[in-house]
């Protein structure tokens, strides 16, 4: 049986593992580095799939049911610039150990490790819950003109843009039975403490109310025509909507519509890439014996697998570099 | 490609990306500072990858 495990499964084995230093006479590189390129071209094909999608459904969505603007800018945009700094940390501890500075190596390697943490706990513990409790609310198109006050599709026609079907914001209330009441009650109570208003919660058993957002406080004034990378702060003003006149109603998570869809998966895949590459990072920083220990036997090999956990790290952070601009700023 | 390789062409797209960021926020009117400082991060960019090209020359091959 051992002998089976060595002859079919040598990598299972101590047996020494050719070309992890020097490069191969053929390829004219060292394995890992033909073996980076060949994941990086199927993670190419992934991630090019998704976006390929995601312009197709965005291009064959009906007028007024792809949103925008929902995404917080300025946190994306820090995301981003964390991420670019990243990359720079990660080469430099590449050259740190191309110079033998194991110190320096060290050090940009925890930047680079803290980076990715920074990002990833941003996306976790502000971004998405932030999502998950914003609530939109589609108007059926026959019942729209009762909500002409939040909706402003007079003003949009006349401006010659798309029409608006969704009032979105706080839910304070929500019809009986739904999944949403314990939410809405939660948010009744915060906006009765900030507002000292205790008119959010109606006697009738099928409305939906919603403590909207600026674009559907004022849907008619022309600030809201216009992207704004500082987010606008939500507005006192209230939205009482029967349940009858609603074609969907939901969080903005991914059955909230095509977009969140799109967006919590695409920015999910991505997020568990960032996760790798930190793993990765803690084991090459870590006294592991693939890790910093393999310095003291062989430095220039520790400097490879640093050279490949780097090439993978730009690759993602390449992506996000892509993600960005498609889902918060177009 | 090594690397040095992907990290120039990374620096490039990013500064391609700070650019188009800044003339999105010109644009649409989003905010004149931010496009502001998009330019500045392009043109710090932009040093930072001749600075890199030059003192990488003799360190990664």
Avoid at chain 1, 90 to 104: F, H
Avoid at chain 1, 209 to 219: G, H, R
Avoid at chain 1, 274 to 294: A, D, E, H, Q
Avoid at chain 2, 17 to 33: L, N, P, Q, V
Wanted: charged letters at 15%.
């Amino acid at each position: 049986m051992s002998n089976l495990i060595t002859k079919y499964f040598p990598f299972f084995t101590d047996a020494e593992v050719p070309h992890t230093v020097s490069a191969r006479p053929d390829t004219g590189l060292y394995s890992a580095k033909l073996g980076i390129w060949l994941f990086l071209a199927s993670e190419v094909m992934l991630f090019g799939g998704l976006f390929s999608a995601y312009i197709f459904l965005r291009i064959g969505a009906e007028p007024g049911y792809w949103p925008s603007g929902l995404l917080n800018v300025p946190v994306g945009t820090m995301n981003t610039a964390i991420l670019i700094v990243s990359s720079i940390t990660v080469v430099m501890a590449w050259a740190a150990l191309k110079m033998r500075q194991l110190g320096k190596y060290k050090l940009y390697m925890l930047v680079t490790i803290i980076c990715g943490l920074i990002f990833l706990t941003v996306k976790l513990s502000y971004e998405w819950p932030a999502k998950f409790n914003h609530f939109g609310v589609f108007i059926r198109k026959d019942a729209a003109s009762k909500y002409e006050e939040f909706l402003g599709n007079k003003h949009l026609q006349d401006a010659g843009q798309n029409p608006r079907w969704e009032i979105s914001g706080h839910l304070l209330d929500a019809p009986k039975g739904s999944s949403y009441s314990h939410q809405a009650e939660h948010n009744a109570e915060h906006f009765a403490h900030e507002t000292g208003r205790h008119d959010a919660v109606t006697p009738a058993e099928n409305d939906y109310v919603i403590q909207v957002d600026a674009v559907n406080a004022n849907p008619s004034d022309k600030e809201n025509d216009r992207p704004h990378f500082w987010p606008v702060p939500m507005s006192t003003k209230l939205a009482v909507i029967s349940a009858a006149d609603v074609e969907s109603a939901s969080v903005f998570a991914p059955r909230h519509s095509t977009y969140f869809a799109t967006y919590f998966l695409i920015t999910g895949l991505h997020g568990l890439h960032v996760l790798g590459g930190i793993l990765v990072f803690l084991y090459l920083w870590l006294p592991f014996p693939g890790g910093t220990k393999l310095y003291k036997t062989n430095p220039e090999h520790l400097a490879n697998r640093v050279e490949i956990a780097g090439l993978f790290w730009h690759f993602v952070d390449l992506v996000w570099i892509f993600v960005f601009p498609i889902f918060y700023l177009l | 490609m090594s690397l040095k390789a992907f990290h120039l062409f990374f620096i490039l797209v990013s500064i391609l990306f700070s650019a188009g960021m800044g003339i999105w926020a010109f644009k649409t009117g989003a905010s004149d500072g931010l496009g502001w400082g998009c330019c500045v991060a392009a043109l710090l960019m932009v040093g930072y990858g001749v600075s890199f090209v030059n003192k990488s020359k003799s360190i990664i091959t």
